[in-house]
């Protein structure tokens, strides 16, 4: 009998691991569908959106820069939200400012920082109460409540004054960290969050949080665009920029561009698209009138625009790279630089003979924390070996944050792209949400100049400030990390 116990024990034994095997074959198999599929699933109506090619009036070039002085004291000049309070302060209908990093948290970062978050807000609630009528909508990222973890008592100032705040629900848009957002599904995502704090540090500075808070912030999935649209006069003028309303980038550089015309009605319907799949819309956006819609055609104005949200940017970078020859002259300033397929389009570039100049952040700052360089040194030391010219933004605590593309044809034209997107795999295929406005004209057309004289200032260190240093300064040969950046580009998991 004793055998014939045995025996049945070791039968248990079999069917139990047999069991468990399955168990874990099904979960994984559940896991491996879910990033699948999340990584692909449809996009929300009005995403990833290709504009036509429009007229605009008064475009103009701005930029926020930092850099050294004679002395090796670090100076700041800025024009972007100044700006940004400008349009705020001409509005009487409407103002949409969708804006990804909007808080005051500091970090570790070197002082002076300017109060940009209650600027803004300060601005947004002065301008409802002189003028109550007037539709003011803010659309943010979670990132600002630490993803639920806490509250943001600006954003509750702003509610309070009338204005409607509409966090992003970042859920519906694809997993670029598809391995690690599976798994947050399952267990983390159904347990939601609470705003009352937590015990863990807050990773951007400020009261502790929850665990839950980091697990979210792991998915690295966000509405990273930077734009504003507000009524002026009979029509509608938009700012499209790199720059974030908080305190901690003030002293980042950064670019913008702010124009008139039907572009900006456009910019206006794909803010549109990010209410209606947030599921805050009172009402649509587009129900307010303009004068815009009467503008010329486009064969009328020498100066037109393309507003590009997502993968399109991609291909639109691509396609003012391709089309450079030699003869002319291409400018990338970038924050973040890893998108294999636009870094083969540099090299094909350099091989045609087009002059080229890549200045790029040093990634070694991010708001007090020191950062390993990844990814703009790896990707820099691709480029030089192909005879690509790089050099480093010279940042001392504050980073190099523009996101600019500017090619000058021999032919006398130029093309401009910029905006919210920097040029990596997350920002450019379809996983945040990001906008650009590519512009084309002359080379005399006042934003095209404004843009070249912005690159060339920062590549020559001009005005006798020290704005960029030599390739070698921050030369990588790492084969590890080099790898390793590949490794993290293709799968996400990763910052950039």
């Not at 599929?37 to 995403?47: E, Q, S, T």
């Not at 659309?139 to 509409?166: C, F, Q, W």
């Not at 523009?402 to 044809?409: D, G, Y």
Request: charged share 20%; net charge positive; hydrophobic share 45%.
């Amino acid at each position: 009998m004793t055998g014939f116990t045995g025996l049945g024990l070791v039968r248990v034994n079999v069917k139990r691991k047999f069991a468990y095997r399955s168990v874990a074959a099904l979960l994984l198999l559940v896991h491996a569908a879910g990033c699948c599929w999340h990584a692909v699933k449809p996009l929300p109506d009005g995403l990833s959106h290709r504009g036509a090619w429009l007229p605009c009036t008064d475009a103009r070039f701005l930029c926020d820069v930092t850099g050294l002085d004679a002395n090796g004291a670090r100076q700041s000049e800025q024009q972007i939200f100044d700006e940004l309070f400008a349009m705020i302060n001409r509005a009487k209908r409407i103002v949409v400012i969708d804006m990804f990093l909007f808080n005051a948290f500091l970090g570790a970062g070197p002082a002076p920082h300017r109060p940009l978050c209650d600027e803004l807000t300060q601005t947004l609630i002065l301008r409802k109460r002189t003028v109550p009528a007037l539709r003011a909508v803010v659309i943010t990222d979670p990132v600002n409540t630490v993803y639920g973890g806490m509250k943001a008592a600006h954003l509750e100032r702003l509610k309070s004054a009338g204005v409607e705040v509409v966090f992003t629900r970042l859920e519906r848009l694809r997993d670029s960290n598809a391995a690690w957002s599976s798994l947050w599904r399952l267990l983390g995502q159904p347990w939601g969050n609470s705003p009352c704090g937590g015990w863990v540090p807050n990773p951007f500075g400020g009261e502790p949080v929850t665990v839950r808070s980091w697990l979210a912030l792991l998915n690295f999935k966000a509405n990273h665009r930077k734009v504003a649209i507000a009524d002026d006069g009979p029509g509608l003028r938009a700012l499209i920029t790199s720059a974030n309303p908080h305190d901690g980038s003030s002293a980042h550089t950064n670019v913008a561009l702010v124009f008139s015309g039907p572009a900006a009605r456009e910019l206006l319907r794909t803010e549109d698209a990010v209410l209606t799949f947030s599921g805050r819309a009172s009402r649509s956006l587009l129900s307010i009138d303009d004068n815009d819609l009467q503008a010329p055609s486009p064969d009328a104005c020498r100066t037109r625009i393309q507003i590009l949200t997502e993968a399109p940017i991609a291909d639109a970078a691509i396609a003012m790279i391709d089309t450079s020859q030699a003869g002319d002259a291409l400018d990338l300033v970038m924050f973040y630089f890893a998108d294999r397929q636009l870094i083969r389009a540099l090299t094909r570039a350099a091989r045609r003979g087009v002059s080229l100049r890549v200045l790029l952040d040093p990634n070694k700052d991010a708001f007090g924390r020191t950062k390993n360089g990844m990814p703009n040194r790896q990707v820099a030391r691709e480029l030089v070996a192909a005879g690509v010219p790089v050099r480093w933004a010279a940042t001392h605590g504050e980073q190099m944050h523009a996101k600019l593309l500017l090619v000058r044809h021999a032919a006398g034209t130029g093309e401009m792209l910029l905006g919210s997107a920097n040029f990596t795999r997350r920002n450019v295929r379809d996983f945040n949400l990001e906008t650009n406005a590519r512009l084309t004209g002359l080379l005399d057309a006042p934003a095209i100049q404004e843009a070249a004289a912005f690159a060339d200032r920062l590549w020559t260190n001009a005005d006798n400030r020290v704005f960029s240093l030599d390739y070698d300064v921050f030369r990588d040969d790492s084969r590890r990390r080099a790898w390793l950046y590949r490794l993290q580009e293709a799968t996400g998991l990763c910052t950039w």
